[in-house]
């Protein structure tokens, strides 16, 4: 199960035109934190606010406590949920993020952070472009619910919300896409069927990302 779903993350991974590269030895580090971050739910129809938690033992939300990673090699750092999975060794990755699997399921809705090192400038609505391309060639039965200008560790973004179908399963994705000093970073939160229960965690994530100098 772990090899499928892990699979699956780097199938999306490739949908958004990125192929991460440097020394996987680089350092990372987790720290743990007390809450959650303040977040805004992005959602293809709805938008509603989840607010920090104020301690480890008397949440004000069901997120429960976050664990802060930093990517020593991309200087970039995210916040999970601490009974989520962590992975940082895959290649082409920068960093994966499972949510909780019951035991009847065979996919972990996640989130995951490709990182891409631009050899040539390229301005963020032609990425994205490209990075639509490639997804429709991906998703036979690919459908975009939404898209809009956004933010990501305060820079500008652009976010993009889509379904899509591979071999019968249907997968609900929310992709947010900045440059940053000739980088692009991706990150991507997909889900099946347990996408709405997880889509609060998954937006905490995003709004918890920063860049360090």
Do not use: K
Not at 25 to 52: F, G, L, R
Not at 71 to 77: D, I, L
Not at 143 to 171: H, K, N, R
């Amino acid at each position: 199960m772990t090899l499928f779903r892990r699979a699956m993350v780097l199938v999306f991974a490739l949908s958004a035109f990125v192929a991460a590269c440097g020394d996987d030895d680089a350092a990372t580090t987790t720290t743990p934190t007390t809450s959650a971050p303040t977040t805004t739910v992005a959602s293809t129809t709805t938008t509603s606010t989840v607010p920090a938690t104020t301690s480890t033992t008397t949440p004000e939300t069901d997120l429960g406590s976050f664990i802060r990673y930093e990517s020593g090699e991309y200087r970039f750092q995210i916040s999970y949920p601490e009974d989520w999975e962590i992975d940082s060794d895959s290649a082409g990755i920068a960093v994966q993020l499972f949510s909780p699997t019951p035991a009847d399921d065979d996919f972990s809705e996640n989130v995951n952070v490709i990182v891409e090192e631009l050899l040539e400038p390229i301005t963020l609505d032609d990425y994205v472009a490209l990075a639509l391309e490639q997804v429709e060639e991906l998703f036979p039965e690919f459908q975009l619910f939404d898209e809009f200008s956004s933010t990501l560790g305060g820079l500008p973004a652009w976010t993009v919300a889509y379904t899509g179908e591979i071999d019968g399963v249907v997968y609900g994705v929310v992709q947010t896409i900045t440059i940053h000093e000739d980088r692009a970073f991706v990150v991507t939160y997909t889900g099946t069927t347990e996408f709405d229960r997880y889509l609060p965690h998954s937006d905490a994530i995003f709004n918890s990302i920063s860049f360090g100098e």
